[in-house]
């Protein structure tokens, strides 16, 4: 009786918000009929992604963090032939891990996104297994054990969130794509509907990330030096691409100028942002491969407001 107290609300909410179908459906209704994934208690995209592209098989991917979550494949004069697959690596050794397991027909072109914070990491970060990308290691018995984990964490935070679901969003999968219109589309990128209906709400003052910066943290850490480890797991990622005839090109992601010349403050602190693109190039050079320097935006004529 206490378990069934304990999960019954947690299963009602999760699957009304179709937040536990299983990876097969998802990936099938995603590309389907376009049906975003919005998940908001738990995270199974990479094996979501996974499944994708064994169906898809698309000739260019982009590959990284969320920072590479903006590539469309409406671009391309031939959009099928592009899939984002953003969020399916979440550090360095899991690239390796990603192309060891991709499924079918390897693609022609990588668009790679090299986050600067998986370079100034430590010897216990690099340690961690890498990621897995079989289905069969996220089981609907464990997503209901982590969504209703995540659930009664939001519940105790006071960050519960009902609400009705938008007319358009019915055959959305997930409650922030149900409630928010937010999720990942058919071509693998991310719609931000929260923050583009709540435009008002943005902190163009970067405060919370200088707050990050400040308090030494998360992706603004500060380190010694450039992982050799680090570069060593892409080294090898890059050679393994090289052998399988797939053409690299990789960007460094932008700070807001704000942020940039903040960290440059500290310059010493974090060679992972301005001493990785010297590191990398030869890297990328050696297979004809490019590396492109977006860290400042202000260089590319951008400014802080995009």
């Known amino acids: 009786m206490p378990l069934i107290l304990i999960f019954l609300p947690a299963v009602y909410h999760l699957e009304s918000c179709r937040e536990l179908d299983s990876i097969s459906e998802m990936a099938y209704n995603n590309q389907s009929n376009g049906s975003l994934i919005g998940l908001a208690y738990t995270d199974p995209m990479h094996l979501v ?37 953003g969020r399916s690596v979440g550090k360095v050794q899991d690239m390796k891990s990603f192309l060891s397991s991709y499924p079918g027909q390897k693609p022609k072109i990588i668009l790679l996104g090299l986050d600067q914070d998986f370079f100034g990491v430590e010897d216990r970060d690099l340690d961690r297994i890498p990621r897995s990308y079989l289905t069969k290691e996220s089981t609907y018995g464990d997503r209901l054990i982590k969504g209703t984990k995540a659930l009664f964490d939001a519940v105790k935070e006071g960050e519960i969130e009902i609400g009705v679901t938008l007319t358009e969003a019915s055959s959305f999968m997930g409650r922030n794509a149900r409630l928010h219109h937010e999720g990942y589309r058919q071509d693998g990128s991310y719609i931000y509907g929260r923050k583009l209906r709540d435009s008002e709400k943005d902190d163009y003052s970067f405060s919370s990330t200088m707050k990050r910066i400040n308090k030494r943290k998360g992706r603004f850490a500060p380190a010694d030096k450039i992982h050799p480890g680090a570069v060593r797991e892409l080294t090898e990622f890059v050679e393994l691409c090289h052998e399988n005839e797939i053409h690299v090109v990789a960007f460094l992601p932008p700070y807001a100028n704000k942020v940039f010349k903040r960290l440059e403050e500290e310059r010493s602190k974090f060679p992972h942002v301005f001493d990785l693109h010297a590191e990398l190039q030869p890297i990328l050079n050696r297979h004809g491969f ?11 004529g951008s400014n802080d407001y995009e």
């Not at 992604?49 to 494949?73: C, D, N, W």
């Open 49 to 85: 992604k996974h499944e994708v592209l064994g169906k898809r098989q698309p000739e260019i991917i982009a590959l990284g963090s969320s920072r590479v979550l903006s590539f469309r494949g409406f671009v391309y004069s031939e959009p099928s032939l592009f899939y984002n697959c």
């Open 290 to 300: 490019k590396l492109f320097d977006f860290s400042d935006l202000k260089l590319v």
